[in-house]
């Protein structure tokens, strides 16, 4: 088989069209084009042909996800189901590409999983809530423990969260505290913490803060 023609894509950046004698038409990466040495003219090998084809396959779907993780980070399992459900990449295509972009220290589960858990105990959220947050990403369980350790003291962001609510009310209400105690538990924290932060807040030290931070 031989090459008569090789031109840039008009409709994506980085491809090349390989047009072989016969008609036949090979969408390739420019990696490929260095790395089989193609050009017009070149015969090429049943052999040739084939891992010329897989190749532009593969580096095909390590680009999707490059460009997935570009729009925002994901898990391995976020990566390898959207590259499943996006291309008709097989489960192992998928898993050798995660595998590359691991090695290449752009796939980390554990660097995702404590950014996530930061992100969302500074917007306000409990332990519980950070951690369905990790399992409805997929993050591995191993990851879950380090992630938790590196977020804000709940005291902390607990207060916060009743300082931006309550502005000030008062909580001898049994209602008003059951309401502040049912949106602290919402946000996932525990009773233990939810129950002290009232207490906290109650005997005026939290709403003190509120006015230092004015």
Same mark, same amino acid.
């Given at each position: 088989?031989?090459?008569?023609?090789?031109?840039?894509?008009?409709?994506?950046?980085?491809?090349?069209?390989?047009?072989?004698?016969?008609?036949?038409?090979?969408?390739?990466?420019?990696?490929?084009?260095?790395?089989?040495? *193609?050009?017009?003219?070149?015969?090429?090998?049943?052999?040739?042909?084939?891992?010329?084809?897989?190749?532009?396959?593969?580096?095909?779907?390590?680009?999707?996800?490059?460009?997935?993780?570009?729009?925002?980070?994901?898990?391995?399992?976020?990566?390898?189901?959207?590259?499943?459900?996006?291309?008709?990449?097989?489960?192992?295509?998928?898993?050798?590409?995660?595998?590359?972009?691991?090695?290449?220290?752009? *796939?980390?589960?554990?660097?995702?999983?404590?950014?996530?858990?930061?992100?969302?105990?500074?917007?306000?959220?409990?332990?519980?809530?950070?951690?369905?947050? *990790?399992?409805?990403?997929?993050?591995?369980?191993?990851?879950?423990?380090?992630?938790?350790?590196?977020?804000?003291?709940?005291?902390?962001?607990?207060?916060?969260?009743?300082?931006?609510?309550?502005?000030?009310?008062?909580?001898?209400?049994?209602?008003?505290?059951?309401?502040?105690?049912?949106?602290?538990?919402?946000?996932?924290?525990?009773?233990? %913490?939810?129950?002290?932060?009232?207490?906290?807040?109650? %005997?005026?030290?939290?709403?003190?803060?509120?006015?230092?931070?004015?």
């Amino acid at each position: 088989m031989r090459i008569s023609k090789l031109s840039a894509s008009k409709h994506k950046k980085g491809r090349i069209l390989v047009q072989l004698e016969g008609g036949e038409l090979l969408r390739v990466g420019e990696r490929e084009v260095a790395a089989f040495g *193609l050009c017009a003219g070149k015969e090429l090998t049943a052999a040739e042909k084939a891992a010329l084809e897989r190749s532009a396959r593969e580096s095909g779907l390590k680009d999707r996800a490059l460009s997935m993780l570009t729009t925002r980070p994901l898990s391995r399992k976020e990566l390898t189901g959207r590259l499943r459900e996006r291309t008709d990449a097989t489960e192992e295509e998928a898993s050798a590409v995660a595998d590359e972009l691991e090695r290449l220290g752009l *796939l980390d589960d554990r660097a995702y999983a404590e950014a996530l858990a930061r992100h969302y105990s500074a917007k306000g959220y409990g332990p519980y809530r950070l951690r369905e947050e *990790l399992y409805r990403r997929g993050v591995p369980r191993e990851h879950w423990d380090a992630a938790l350790a590196g977020t804000e003291d709940p005291a902390e962001a607990i207060d916060a969260v009743l300082r931006k609510k309550l502005r000030g009310a008062d909580l001898s209400d049994p209602r008003a505290r059951k309401r502040a105690a049912d949106a602290l538990a919402r946000r996932g924290y525990r009773w233990s %913490d939810v129950s002290a932060a009232l207490e906290r807040y109650q %005997d005026g030290s939290v709403i003190d803060q509120t006015i230092m931070d004015e």
